[in-house]
């Protein structure tokens, strides 16, 4: 792992400043708002697109750092957490909406069970036939959170890509006929959101015996701000019990 003086590269933490608990935004300025939620937070580092804080959830050390945009940025992120004694990672972030579920206008978002692997970084470390499977786990207790909350979260796929405009603004790119319908077949297989970094954290996850889940909400709502604070609010829920069930 590449360091200097014990200190990680890109993310600038050592052994011992996060938790086995991180959350995962994508935008630095997120953690902070995240941070807030957790007991006796502290700014660790912020190097590049990478914020950290630090602080407790029921006793113990639990940590958000932001990702950045995209599956790059975010397997540097995740190779490095888990290098720092890292081991259950949730992203909490926004999506867009796929699918005919999910335009259930009393959805507030999902909790990812899965990601379709549209990007080019996980290529790099397992073949294409190999599975972006969120921890089974890590989705129950996030499910329980929504429940407990009262929040009405669906459960089911995303799909992580590395252009965003592409899919936006189809028709301005050369391939447009075939995005097109690609696309439609991801909404014909159910495919409920799209986002650019759950598919590397599920597969840095899995190939390093991590766990990990994503609660995401919908990005195109009048209200978007105020869902973001619903899906933290499940997030550190989620972290309470698998806390609870940890120590079990």
């Given at each position: 792992?590449?360091?200097?003086?014990?200190?990680?590269?890109?993310?600038?933490?050592?052994?011992?400043?996060?938790?086995?608990?991180?959350?995962?935004?994508?935008?630095?300025?997120?953690?902070?708002?995240?941070?807030?939620?957790?007991?006796?937070?502290?700014?660790?580092?912020?190097?590049?697109?990478?914020?950290?804080?630090?602080?407790?959830?029921?006793?113990?050390?639990?940590?958000?750092?932001?990702?950045?945009?995209?599956?790059?940025?975010?397997?540097?992120?995740?190779?490095?957490?888990?290098?720092?004694?890292?081991d259950?990672?949730?992203?909490?972030?926004?999506?867009?909406?796929?699918?005919?579920?999910?335009?259930?206008?009393?959805?507030?978002?999902?909790i990812?069970?899965?990601?379709?692997?549209?990007?080019?970084?996980?290529?790099?470390?397992?073949?294409?036939?190999?599975?972006a499977?969120?921890?089974?786990?890590?989705?129950?207790?996030?499910?329980?959170?929504?429940?407990?909350?009262?929040?009405?979260?669906?459960?089911?796929?995303?799909?992580?890509?590395d252009?965003?405009y592409?899919?936006?603004?189809?028709d301005?790119?050369?391939?447009a006929?075939?995005?097109?319908?690609?696309m439609?077949?991801?909404?014909?297989?159910?495919?409920?959101?799209?986002?650019?970094?759950?598919?590397?954290?599920?597969?840095?996850?899995?190939?390093?015996?991590?766990?990990?889940?994503?609660?995401?909400?919908?990005?195109?709502?009048?209200?978007?701000?105020k869902?973001?604070?619903?899906?933290?609010?499940?997030?550190?829920?989620?972290?309470?019990?698998?806390i609870?069930?940890?120590?079990?």
């Amino acid at each position: 792992m590449f360091e200097e003086n014990g200190v990680f590269y890109h993310i600038k933490l050592k052994k011992g400043d996060i938790g086995r608990y991180v959350l995962l935004p994508g935008d630095p300025f997120r953690t902070d708002k995240i941070a807030s939620y957790l007991d006796d937070a502290k700014l660790v580092a912020h190097n590049r697109e990478h914020k950290t804080w630090t602080g407790t959830v029921s006793g113990e050390k639990v940590s958000v750092t932001s990702t950045g945009m995209g599956c790059p940025s975010t397997a540097i992120a995740v190779e490095e957490l888990i290098a720092a004694g890292a081991d259950t990672f949730i992203r909490v972030g926004t999506a867009g909406r796929m699918c005919e579920a999910s335009q259930d206008p009393n959805l507030v978002g999902v909790i990812c069970t899965a990601a379709v692997r549209d990007e080019g970084t996980t290529r790099q470390y397992v073949p294409a036939s190999y599975p972006a499977v969120a921890d089974r786990h890590v989705v129950a207790a996030l499910a329980q959170a929504a429940e407990n909350l009262g929040l009405k979260f669906a459960e089911g796929i995303t799909q992580s890509k590395d252009s965003f405009y592409s899919e936006i603004m189809p028709d301005t790119v050369p391939i447009a006929a075939e995005w097109k319908a690609h696309m439609e077949a991801l909404n014909r297989a159910n495919v409920m959101t799209s986002e650019m970094e759950a598919a590397a954290i599920f597969v840095l996850s899995s190939v390093r015996g991590c766990r990990a889940s994503g609660v995401m909400v919908f990005i195109d709502t009048d209200h978007a701000k105020k869902d973001v604070d619903c899906a933290i609010r499940v997030a550190v829920e989620a972290i309470r019990l698998l806390i609870e069930q940890d120590k079990g």
